[in-house]
């Protein structure tokens, strides 16, 4: 009974690991969704741009509220965590917060934004196990830093400077801020957006154009 207990166990944790590996896979995999910008936008390409991942994330909004509901087996959703099984659950944030970025921002913006969720939460995520709370938290405000002056490192030197630090800033207060009913995996996105949204909008108001040219162009 002992041994049988102790496999017990031990398959229960080789589930967990993989799960835990499962979610860290899908986050690094949504940087592939950038390849979005090699696609042309002009005519009945450009509306399918749209029409496509708006549908799939619509899909998954249905499926989502038929696992609450309790319509679907919650044990068929791998890598579900506790909390999530009665409320949204992380991957559909994750896939709204992308689809926004995508449809709504310039890719100047929503770039940088895309690469802080699929690179700086999985590695703060592993780090705080061996650096601690803190010392995670500043290598991935690091991280989202660099992200950030990639993308408009051919913007002016003081814009450059701004938006690096208004991003990451963003970045890190996302992933760190834990709300009941909003995931991080939509804030790590959505709140730098909005905040360099805002900083474009009121520097144009202003009669500056502080975009840089986009760094991914369309095939």
Same mark, same amino acid.
Not at 32 to 59: E, H, Q, R
Not at 152 to 159: F, N, T
């Given at each position: 009974?002992?041994? #049988?207990?102790?496999?017990?166990?031990?398959? @229960?944790?080789?589930?967990?690991?993989?799960? *835990? /590996?499962?979610?860290?896979?899908? *986050?690094?995999?949504?940087?592939?969704?950038? +390849?979005?910008?090699?696609?042309? &936008? !002009? %005519? /009945?390409? %450009?509306?399918?741009?749209?029409?496509?991942?708006?549908?799939?994330?619509?899909?998954?909004?249905?499926?989502?509220?038929?696992?609450?509901?309790?319509?679907?087996?919650?044990?068929?959703?791998?890598? @579900?965590?506790? #909390?999530?099984?009665?409320?949204?659950?992380?991957?559909? #944030?994750?896939?709204?917060?992308?689809?926004?970025?995508?449809?709504?921002?310039?890719?100047?913006?929503?770039?940088?934004?895309?690469?802080?969720?699929?690179?700086?939460?999985?590695?703060?995520?592993? &780090?705080?196990?061996? @650096?601690?709370?803190?010392?995670?938290?500043?290598?991935?405000?690091?991280? &989202?830093?660099?992200?950030?002056?990639?993308?408009?490192?051919?913007?002016?030197?003081?814009?450059?400077?701004?938006?690096?630090?208004?991003?990451? &800033?963003?970045?890190?207060?996302?992933?760190?801020?834990? /709300?009941?009913?909003? !995931? !991080? !995996?939509?804030?790590?996105?959505?709140?730098?957006?909005?905040?360099?949204?805002?900083? /474009?909008? +009121?520097?144009?108001?202003?009669?500056?154009?502080?975009?840089?040219?986009?760094?991914? *162009?369309?095939?």
């Amino acid at each position: 009974m002992a041994q #049988y207990q102790a496999d017990i166990i031990e398959q @229960l944790n080789a589930v967990e690991v993989d799960a *835990h /590996w499962f979610r860290r896979a899908f *986050h690094t995999f949504a940087a592939s969704f950038l +390849v979005y910008y090699l696609i042309p &936008s !002009d %005519g /009945w390409v %450009g509306a399918i741009k749209i029409i496509i991942p708006t549908g799939i994330v619509a899909c998954i909004a249905i499926i989502d509220y038929g696992r609450i509901r309790g319509e679907f087996d919650q044990r068929r959703f791998f890598g @579900l965590r506790g #909390y999530e099984k009665g409320r949204p659950a992380s991957y559909l #944030y994750f896939g709204v917060g992308l689809l926004l970025l995508l449809v709504l921002v310039p890719q100047q913006i929503a770039i940088p934004c895309i690469l802080c969720v699929s690179f700086t939460d999985p590695l703060i995520g592993e &780090s705080r196990y061996y @650096l601690g709370k803190q010392r995670a938290y500043i290598l991935g405000f690091v991280v &989202s830093l660099f992200f950030f002056l990639l993308t408009w490192y051919r913007a002016e030197w003081w814009v450059l400077l701004l938006v690096a630090l208004l991003g990451a &800033s963003g970045a890190l207060i996302g992933e760190a801020k834990k /709300w009941k009913w909003i !995931d !991080d !995996d939509f804030m790590i996105q959505i709140l730098p957006a909005i905040l360099l949204t805002l900083f /474009w909008q +009121v520097m144009l108001l202003t009669g500056n154009t502080i975009l840089p040219p986009p760094l991914i *162009h369309p095939i």
